[in-house]
């Protein structure tokens, strides 16, 4: 595998002009579907923001979503997950790096763009409430999305609102019902169906089960497997829950302080993950099944310094951080077939 | 011997209701009991009933003994003076209960201040050291700045350096790690339990995590609609719950060790 671009990759689209014949992170997968979002050295730096400085969001990511796939991306707040949705999205531009969607570059096609890759891509959020219009309709919220594309008239619309309330394990009764007559469980279910509702090719689910109690997450989670299974879509699943990202995903990708710090199957996160940071996530889940004793960091403060640095953006905190760490990023390589990580550690 | 004794604690908000519902549970001294439950369970509302905190219009039936005290029939003045000293408490974001306009090290002032004479140099000096000892680095930093200029996770802790700074006999705690990530989050637990370890403070945590029940609790208790519906210890509520409300709610966490879902489903 070649690694995925200049150790210190900048922001500047010149660095990516030298890897344009790299597909970036997953080009080794053995599977033959297609490809249907690709993102290639992709990188953010917002200007402004707290410190009056730029913030390094996210910095040289590669990964692909083949059809009828689930990547998950996880990571603690802030290492960019949603800015990697909001950029695919077009709700904000991309600094440098390639974003492909169906073959199509779509990098900062902007607002007046993005209508088109809407029926290609579809989100769905932690908060289903912030998409309702508070006094619009369960079924005028369904039947809007397939007015809006011109996709039927408005008679197939509303016999199609039933179905999609099928689909979602939801009673039709409830279109009837505004979106506070919810619970947050039927309310998730509704957004979620709005987001298939146009037949997209990808979702990008965005800490779309984190808000749920336990049991309706469970539900959900569910339901999104037999969605993808029944229309054959492809998930982007962002979170920050470990054991929910494995359990519905074919592969994990690990992002911490805007980087890719490895990319395994979703099979063998617990007992194969060997990034130094994944490994410290798996040893903060609390687990009803053990009640051992875990060594657990107590200096750490946050990763806004950590983005900054030259070298591993982990090696402030990582327990094996040596020498060159501090002054060399390291590149993602191969591991072995759809194991790659980031790391200068040599033996795992 | 107990530490808290509720008996019979029933609150309501609007007549139709209870929010909690006829709640009994004892607190052995030393100990770290947790609540569990869906969202809406009640399990707030027991934790300000006890503490007194519930709004005005919330009607409050039976009986809470704390240190002997009666917490119901006690003036609102000697609660506040038991707050902070005896009883500290932590929520889940800490920062939203923060002055945004006046720095740490002055609030550390004004909180020391309610409960004994301290001069500006002993607040400094105290509140330095207890924010070293939840690991907070640079605590001099910390105190001169402003609540927006911490982290989550930093004010956080800060929010847990002030509630242990008096050495409380009891902390009660509302989520305090909910929204916090993952790392973080095991921190702050570890940090709790320490304090038990070190200084004997009981606990009483709300949490929808089962994981960290089951990591530090002695006791837990599972709430449902304002009802506690199992009552033990935690290997007992855990590895042997005796409801099957508790059965399913173990049964839907999503567990590292499970089989997965993208697997089993669809
Ligand atoms: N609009 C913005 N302006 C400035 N900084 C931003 C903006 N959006 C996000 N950031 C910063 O980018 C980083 C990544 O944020 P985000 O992608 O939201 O992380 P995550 O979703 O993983 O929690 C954070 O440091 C965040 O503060
Ligand atoms: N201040 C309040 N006024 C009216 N109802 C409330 C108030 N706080 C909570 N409730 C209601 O009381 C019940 C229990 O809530 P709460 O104790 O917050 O549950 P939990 O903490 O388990 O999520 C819920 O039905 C909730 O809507
Ligand atoms: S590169 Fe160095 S600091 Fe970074 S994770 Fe590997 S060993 Fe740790
Ligand atoms: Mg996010
Ligand atoms: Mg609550």
């Known amino acids: 595998m070649k690694d995925m671009g200049n150790a210190d990759n900048s922001i500047v689209p010149s660095n990516i002009e030298n890897n344009t014949d790299n597909t970036g992170g997953a080009e080794a997968s053995v599977s033959e579907d297609p490809v249907i979002l690709e993102l290639k050295h992709v990188c953010k730096t917002f200007k402004g923001g707290k410190k009056s400085t730029e913030t390094k969001a996210v910095q040289d990511v590669s990964l692909v979503v083949r059809q009828g796939k689930s990547i998950g991306v996880v990571g603690e707040s802030g290492c960019g997950k949603s800015t990697i949705a909001r950029m695919i999205t077009q709700f904000t531009p991309t600094s440098s790096g390639q974003i492909l969607l169906d073959g199509q570059d779509i990098t900062n096609i902007g607002p007046s763009g993005a209508k088109e890759i809407y029926r290609k891509v579809q989100m769905v959020f932690q908060d289903p409430y912030s998409v309702f219009s508070p006094r619009m309709q369960v079924g005028t919220f369904?039947?809007?999305?397939?007015l809006h594309f011109g996709i039927m008239s408005h008679a197939e619309a509303a016999k199609e609102a039933v179905a999609l309330m099928e689909q979602v394990e939801l009673s039709p009764d409830l279109l009837t019902r505004f979106p506070h007559q919810l619970s947050g469980g039927q309310q998730q279910r509704v957004a979620i169906a709005r987001a298939i509702s146009i037949k997209p090719k990808l979702l990008i689910l965005d800490e779309a089960t984190s808000a749920l109690d336990v049991s309706v997450q469970k539900q959900v989670l569910k339901l999104l497997v037999k969605l993808q299974k029944r229309n054959n879509l492809s998930y982007l699943f962002?979170?920050?829950d470990l054991a929910v990202i494995r359990s519905i995903t074919d592969q994990v990708i690990v992002m911490y302080a805007g980087r890719l710090m490895e990319e395994i199957d979703s099979e063998e996160l617990d007992y194969h993950a060997c990034h130094p940071y994944t490994q410290r996530l798996l040893g903060s889940v609390f687990s009803i099944h053990d009640r051992d004793v875990k060594e657990i960091e107590l200096e750490y403060l946050g990763m806004e310094d950590d983005r900054e640095s030259k070298g591993c953006v982990f090696c402030n905190r990582c327990p094996y951080a040596m020498d060159i760490c501090s002054k060399e990023a390291p590149v993602m390589r191969t591991l072995h077939d759809n194991h790659r990580i980031a790391c200068h550690l040599k033996d795992f | 011997m107990n530490i808290l004794e509720v008996e019979n604690l029933s609150i309501t908000y609007d007549r139709e209701k209870s929010a909690v519902d006829h709640v009994s549970f004892s607190v052995p001294d030393h100990s770290i009991i947790c609540l569990v439950g869906e969202s809406g369970s009640g399990k707030s509302t027991v934790l300000h009933g006890i503490m007194g905190l519930l709004p005005r219009s919330a009607l409050v039936k039976g009986k809470v003994t704390l240190f002997g005290q009666d917490m119901i029939k006690a003036k609102k003045s000697r609660l506040n003076q038991m707050r902070g000293k005896d009883i500290a408490v932590i929520f889940q974001d800490t920062g939203r209960y923060m002055n945004p306009i006046s720095t740490i090290g002055a609030q550390y002032r004004e909180f020391l201040r309610q409960h004994g004479k301290y001069s500006k140099q002993e607040c400094r000096d105290l509140a330095a050291e207890v924010l070293r000892r939840v690991h907070l680095q640079e605590p001099e930093r910390v105190l001169d700045s402003y609540p927006f200029e911490l982290s989550g996770g930093m004010r956080q802790r800060?929010?847990?350096?002030?509630?242990?700074?008096?050495?409380?006999?009891?902390?009660?705690?509302d989520e305090p790690t909910s929204a916090l990530d993952v790392t973080v989050q095991a921190q702050v637990i570890r940090q709790m339990m320490n304090l038990r370890?070190?200084?004997?403070?009981?606990?009483?945590m709300v949490t929808h995590n089962m994981g960290v029940a089951a990591y530090m609790a002695d006791y837990i208790g599972v709430m449902q609609n304002g009802k506690l519906v199992e009552w033990g210890t935690a290997p007992e509520v855990i590895h042997n719950p005796k409801q099957e409300y508790t059965r399913n709610l173990l049964a839907a966490i999503v567990e590292m060790d499970d089989e997965r879902l993208i697997l089993s489903c669809g």
């Open chain 1, 142 to 146: 369904l039947e809007e999305g397939l």
């Open chain 1, 238 to 240: 962002i979170g920050h």
């Open chain 2, 197 to 204: 370890t070190k200084y004997g403070t009981s606990i009483i």
């Open chain 2, 158 to 173: 800060v929010g847990i350096a002030m509630a242990i700074t008096l050495n409380p006999k009891i902390l009660f705690a």
